[in-house]
């Protein structure tokens, strides 16, 4: 019997991977241009504000907040396609999804996110979700991380951060000072040992925040490891491996409290194609840093975590870069070349204490680009907390996801 002929791929004007912060904003603000023809690629039936876990873990807000389902912000007029892709092949312009569906584009906009690699410290996996060991990187261990902080009353309390880029950089530093901060006023912080284990050889790249932070640090009593990471964890023993990059020594040390981030990378299908950068030994996808398209593949665009990009993979630089995209996507379309640059922009707001943040705003030359100049936000702020807690969801779910910002 003669095989009956493949189906011809389901083609569509622009293919958006990805329905989180950036897919949604880019199909958002393609359709407000007047696209038509925009499938978006997105397994999940929900839809999380991801920035508002460190207040979630800290006591400071329901995780509820920050839910939506992805029906609700899928913008009108995109064809949601409810599959995961598993494959790209730029040369033939298509996707395939994990069906086994084939689709094809005239246009591909790459916003899957990153992977955490919770098997990428041994022990960690199986340790997550009790004996002390949380993680604000996945909701349904946010509120544990807030249960584990509230009911210490004496010990050591450890933090962690991995080597390479991760999302949200400022998130592995800001529980731990929400939690010595809740110590503090509970009048205990003097019975807690509280060690955070950065792999920088500093606390933050920009120097003024830099300096803010060994402060914030200095006033909780923090023990600050630089160029360390975690490598190991006996969940039963509670016992974590704090290594030391510059002397090559690992050190033992028993826990109360463990508050791990996962290593991160690109999703396998993307790091094992042929869109990922040689640069980037996690995986990361290519992009012009300032035009935000693939260097070999011009019809394809990058950004959000996946890119690989030197800024700080956070959805306050998601808001500057999806603008870009739609610009040079439409230019393109339209015949003419990519005009629209990105300039790195990002931001990562630093909860210091309860009620109390640091905003940093700055490009990628890491100077500081404060949005609003007239406030300095190298101080600890009150208003900026309240900017963080109520007004960034509204900005995100009103009118970044909308379009509108």
């Not at 500093?202 to 923090?222: C, N, Q, S, W």
């Amino acid at each position: 019997m003669t095989p009956a002929p493949a189906a011809a791929p389901s083609h569509h004007q622009v293919l958006i991977v990805g329905g989180g912060s950036a897919g949604i904003t880019v199909a958002a603000r393609l359709r407000r241009a007047g696209v038509r023809d925009i499938a978006l690629l997105e397994p999940s039936e929900t839809h999380w504000y991801q920035p508002l876990w460190t207040l979630v873990g800290g006591g400071q807000a329901p995780l509820r907040a920050s839910l939506r389902t992805e029906a609700d912000v899928m913008p009108p007029g995109v064809r949601w396609l409810r599959e995961r892709a598993t494959a790209v092949d730029p040369a033939a312009r298509t996707v395939t999804t994990a069906s086994g569906r084939v689709l094809s584009y005239g246009r591909l906009v790459l916003a899957p996110g990153l992977e955490l690699d919770w098997d990428g410290v041994p022990g960690l996996a199986p340790a997550l979700g009790h004996d002390g060991v949380t993680s604000n990187y996945r909701p349904d261990l946010a509120p544990l991380t807030w249960e584990f902080i509230r009911r210490m009353r004496r010990g050591t309390a450890v933090f962690t951060m991995p080597s390479g880029p991760v999302k949200c950089g400022g998130a592995p530093q800001k529980i731990a000072y929400l939690a010595a901060d809740h110590w503090r006023k509970r009048g205990v912080l003097k019975s807690i040992r509280t060690i955070l284990v950065l792999p920088e050889p500093a606390m933050f790249k920009v120097p003024v925040f830099d300096r803010a932070l060994r402060e914030t640090a200095r006033r909780y009593g923090i023990e600050v490891r630089l160029n360390s990471e975690m490598t190991g964890v006996d969940g039963p023993a509670r016992e974590a491996v704090l290594t030391d990059h510059t002397t090559g020594t690992a050190e033992t040390v028993r826990y109360d409290l463990l508050h791990a981030v996962p290593p991160q990378r690109a999703p396998r299908w993307l790091a094992d194609g042929p869109l990922a950068d040689p640069q980037s030994p996690y995986g990361y996808v290519a992009a012009d840093r300032e035009t935000l398209q693939h260097p070999d593949f011009p019809d394809v665009f990058v950004l959000g975590d996946v890119a690989n990009l030197p800024t700080s993979k956070t959805g306050a630089a998601i808001r500057k870069q999806a603008p870009v995209v739609v610009s040079n996507l439409l230019a393109g379309l339209r015949g003419r070349p990519a005009s629209a640059r990105y300039d790195g922009y990002t931001s990562c707001p630093l909860v210091t204490a309860r009620h109390k943040m640091l905003l940093a705003e700055f490009d990628y030359d890491l100077r500081p680009t404060p949005s609003l100049p007239f406030i300095d936000t190298t101080r600890e702020r009150t208003d900026m907390w309240f900017l963080k807690r109520y007004g960034l969801p509204q900005l995100y779910f009103r009118a970044m996801l909308k379009g509108l910002a």
